[in-house]
């Protein structure tokens, strides 16, 4: 019974460390990349611009068809519970 507890909080500890060191590892790697950010700000903005602006109509897409989803799947757990007029709220705040 002792002995199995050590190993279960020695094994905990060592994965905390082990993500701890991830982290720090992870904030080196960002920081040493820094400068090279400022070098090339152009790609990095030529990205931002593809990465946001140029997927907006697939996002209007897939959000058009998840509202779409979420009412169908409201009206249909609401039927014989909640009056049908609610139903717009609800989907409205999920």
């Known amino acids: 019974m002792g002995m199995r ?19 720090v ?3 080196k790697e960002i920081l040493f990349s820094l400068p090279r950010l400022f070098k090339k700000f152009h ?8 990465i946001g602006v140029n997927s907006l109509p ?13 009412s169908v799947q409201a009206a249909y757990q609401f039927h014989n ?11 409205g705040k999920a």
């Open 5 to 23: 507890l050590v190993s279960y909080i020695g094994s905990k500890v060592i994965g905390f460390l082990a993500d701890i060191g991830g982290v």
């Open 43 to 50: 790609l990095t903005t030529e990205q931002m611009v593809f």
């Open 81 to 91: 519970y909640v009056p049908m007029r609610y139903l717009g709220a609800a989907v």
């Open 25 to 27: 590892i992870l904030l």
């Open 58 to 70: 697939l996002i209007i897409f897939v959000s058009i068809f998840t509202g779409a989803v979420s």
